[in-house]
């Protein structure tokens, strides 16, 4: 009962570690849905900034737009007036050229010519007088087109005074227009500094949305994550859910193969019945005699019978595995408690032939190469001794029984699990093992004399001992056992709700699920007092 207690104790440490973790899991869970709503919260809060920012952005730019086309049409404007004036300009100073320029040419031809008629008049004067006449006529036609020309001369000389007022009127043109470009060029310079001012407010504006998008990119890659995880946390649920479906199927299997054994234990009791119903017979015929070692081995087999059917009621919340190593132990120790009453008992004359094949195949199925004391002093004939002879009436812990495990017991506690031996008579079963150990390899087989030689560290304790220890190789070869067994506790505690729906609600209603987990731990608590 200590190993069964502790085994609860470890089972109950599982469990509750098992709950822990969930407990864990579940904080972790809300606090991501937590971090989750106050991102969305921030999200929602930076997208209103974002929107505000968008509109400033928007009426700066509709501003900027404005002011630049004010600008150009006042560039254009001032570039247009300065194009008309500086025409109007060259087209003065062309005039006042092209009168100057005339003025000095008829100054010239009449210098020129004044010399030639003075040297026509040389001439004239050196060859002839007669010549004096046309030379007075054209001294006259010279006069004339002398005062001709001072006319025009005087004439400009007069208009001289009014070209300069003219000049002075658009030199003082010049000057406003000068004066206004002046003007423009400032009211440009005051357009240029506003523009750079917006200019940088909207390279500030800009900054703060790369800044919010930056943070937006950042908390939707939390977003995803926090997805991928929750999606990870859905996938281990359903593979949680099918690993329990698995550990049912097993459950459902270990149920069938105590049933198969109950209905083996039927037949041990019947055939002890029919030992001591014969036992009763040889006392009947003659009570004065003494009795015959068949009837305390038959008495033997039916206390071993009795206490097999009270542990199995013991151990029916024991961990599967365990339970069904423990049975196939007493079942050994119930065969070869019947091959030693059964050997001797060939050498009388009341025997079943019958009884005595069934049992030495059931010997030969379930303990083909164990060894029991006194058994080889059997077979040669004589009784043993009663200090090598175990006593078959007394508890499983008064002899020393298993005396180490073979490398053939290793494999049938391999084949134990195979389904193509359920369900199959013990003869048959004997003859189906015993070929499929013959067609192993011989790496196979060394594999198991391995496995077999650790067993070696039972010699020398006694059954509950050894039992044990066979219990615990038996968990560290078998861990899936464990697994079933935990399976089993757990179906038989409460049900637990898988982990998708619990992930779901925990999304949901976050607030429910911790209440419920806290009157769960409280209902805990006081059952735990209890």
Same mark, same amino acid.
Request: glycine share 2%; net charge positive; aromatic share 4%.
């Given at each position: 009962m200590s190993a069964l207690s502790e085994r609860l104790v470890m089972q109950l440490l599982r469990i509750r570690n098992r709950e822990l973790e969930l407990e864990t899991k579940q904080q972790e869970l809300d606090s991501k849905l937590r971090q989750e709503e106050d991102l969305r919260k921030e999200l929602e809060v930076e997208q209103e900034k974002l929107a505000k920012l968008r509109s400033v952005q928007e009426t700066l730019e509709k501003m900027n737009e404005g002011l630049e086309a004010k600008y150009k049409a006042v560039k254009e404007d001032d570039e247009l007036q300065r194009k008309q004036i500086s025409e109007e300009l060259k087209k003065r100073? #062309?005039? *006042?050229?092209? *009168? /100057?320029?005339? +003025? @000095?040419?008829?100054?010239?031809?009449?210098q020129s010519r004044k010399e030639l008629l003075l040297k026509q008049q040389e001439i004239y004067d050196q060859h002839s007088n007669s010549g004096k006449e046309k030379f007075d006529e054209l001294v006259a036609k010279r006069a004339s087109e002398i005062e001709a020309l001072t006319k025009k001369k005087d004439d400009n000389i007069r208009r001289t005074p009014e070209l300069r007022k003219q000049l002075e009127t658009e030199t003082e043109q010049l000057t406003a227009a000068k004066a206004q470009q002046m003007e423009l060029q400032a009211k440009v310079n005051e357009f240029l500094n506003r523009f750079s001012i917006i200019q940088s407010q909207l390279n500030e504006a800009k900054r703060v949305y790369e800044s919010a998008s930056t943070d937006k990119d950042r908390s939707t890659r939390m977003l995803k994550a926090l997805e991928s995880d929750l999606e990870m946390l859905r996938r281990r649920a359903a593979t949680s859910k099918a690993e329990r479906d698995k550990e049912l199927a097993k459950v459902t299997a270990l149920t069938e193969r105590m049933e198969a054994v109950r209905s083996q234990i039927n037949t041990f009791e019947n055939i002890t019945k029919m030992l001591t119903m014969s036992d009763d017979g040889d006392a009947a015929a003659g009570a004065t005699e003494p009795r015959h070692p068949c009837a305390s081995a038959s008495a033997g087999i039916l206390a071993w019978v009795h206490f097999f059917r009270h542990d199995e009621d013991l151990c029916a919340d024991d961990d599967g595995a365990v339970l069904h190593n423990r049975l196939q132990m007493q079942l050994i120790l119930c065969f070869r408690a019947a091959f030693l009453a059964v050997d001797f008992y060939t050498k009388s004359e009341h025997v079943d032939r019958r009884f005595v094949r069934d049992v030495k195949s059931a010997d030969d199925m379930y303990c083909p190469h164990m060894s029991v004391p006194g058994a080889a002093t059997i077979e040669c004939?004589?009784?043993?001794?009663?200090?090598?002879?175990? %006593?078959?009436?007394?508890?499983?812990? /008064?002899?020393?029984? $298993?005396?180490?495990? %073979?490398?053939? %017991?290793?494999?049938?506690?391999?084949?134990?699990?195979?389904?193509? $031996? !359920?369900?199959? %008579?013990?003869a048959k079963r004997g003859k189906m093992l015993s070929k499929m150990y013959k067609e192993l390899s011989q790496q196979q087989r060394r594999d198991l004399q391995k496995r077999a030689q650790n067993y070696k560290v039972v010699?020398? +304790?006694?059954?509950?001992?050894?039992? /044990?220890? +066979?219990?615990?190789?038996?968990?560290?070869? &078998?861990?899936?056992?464990? !697994?079933? @067994?935990? #399976?089993?506790?757990?179906?038989?505690?409460? &049900?637990?709700? /898988?982990?998708?729906?619990?992930? &779901? &609600?925990?999304a949901t209603k976050p607030k429910t699920a911790k209440r419920a987990k806290a009157e769960k731990s409280a209902a805990k608590k006081s059952a735990g007092k209890k």
């Amino acid at each position: 009962m200590s190993a069964l207690s502790e085994r609860l104790v470890m089972q109950l440490l599982r469990i509750r570690n098992r709950e822990l973790e969930l407990e864990t899991k579940q904080q972790e869970l809300d606090s991501k849905l937590r971090q989750e709503e106050d991102l969305r919260k921030e999200l929602e809060v930076e997208q209103e900034k974002l929107a505000k920012l968008r509109s400033v952005q928007e009426t700066l730019e509709k501003m900027n737009e404005g002011l630049e086309a004010k600008y150009k049409a006042v560039k254009e404007d001032d570039e247009l007036q300065r194009k008309q004036i500086s025409e109007e300009l060259k087209k003065r100073i #062309a005039e *006042v050229d092209e *009168v /100057s320029r005339e +003025l @000095a040419e008829r100054e010239q031809r009449a210098q020129s010519r004044k010399e030639l008629l003075l040297k026509q008049q040389e001439i004239y004067d050196q060859h002839s007088n007669s010549g004096k006449e046309k030379f007075d006529e054209l001294v006259a036609k010279r006069a004339s087109e002398i005062e001709a020309l001072t006319k025009k001369k005087d004439d400009n000389i007069r208009r001289t005074p009014e070209l300069r007022k003219q000049l002075e009127t658009e030199t003082e043109q010049l000057t406003a227009a000068k004066a206004q470009q002046m003007e423009l060029q400032a009211k440009v310079n005051e357009f240029l500094n506003r523009f750079s001012i917006i200019q940088s407010q909207l390279n500030e504006a800009k900054r703060v949305y790369e800044s919010a998008s930056t943070d937006k990119d950042r908390s939707t890659r939390m977003l995803k994550a926090l997805e991928s995880d929750l999606e990870m946390l859905r996938r281990r649920a359903a593979t949680s859910k099918a690993e329990r479906d698995k550990e049912l199927a097993k459950v459902t299997a270990l149920t069938e193969r105590m049933e198969a054994v109950r209905s083996q234990i039927n037949t041990f009791e019947n055939i002890t019945k029919m030992l001591t119903m014969s036992d009763d017979g040889d006392a009947a015929a003659g009570a004065t005699e003494p009795r015959h070692p068949c009837a305390s081995a038959s008495a033997g087999i039916l206390a071993w019978v009795h206490f097999f059917r009270h542990d199995e009621d013991l151990c029916a919340d024991d961990d599967g595995a365990v339970l069904h190593n423990r049975l196939q132990m007493q079942l050994i120790l119930c065969f070869r408690a019947a091959f030693l009453a059964v050997d001797f008992y060939t050498k009388s004359e009341h025997v079943d032939r019958r009884f005595v094949r069934d049992v030495k195949s059931a010997d030969d199925m379930y303990c083909p190469h164990m060894s029991v004391p006194g058994a080889a002093t059997i077979e040669c004939g004589g009784i043993a001794d009663a200090q090598n002879t175990p %006593s078959l009436d007394g508890p499983p812990s /008064s002899a020393r029984l $298993l005396r180490g495990v %073979s490398p053939f %017991s290793v494999f049938l506690m391999d084949q134990k699990n195979n389904p193509s $031996l !359920q369900g199959v %008579s013990i003869a048959k079963r004997g003859k189906m093992l015993s070929k499929m150990y013959k067609e192993l390899s011989q790496q196979q087989r060394r594999d198991l004399q391995k496995r077999a030689q650790n067993y070696k560290v039972v010699q020398g +304790l006694n059954y509950r001992k050894r039992f /044990s220890a +066979l219990s615990q190789l038996y968990e560290l070869h &078998k861990p899936i056992d464990v !697994q079933v @067994a935990k #399976a089993l506790k757990e179906a038989n505690a409460r &049900k637990v709700t /898988s982990a998708k729906t619990a992930v &779901k &609600k925990a999304a949901t209603k976050p607030k429910t699920a911790k209440r419920a987990k806290a009157e769960k731990s409280a209902a805990k608590k006081s059952a735990g007092k209890k």
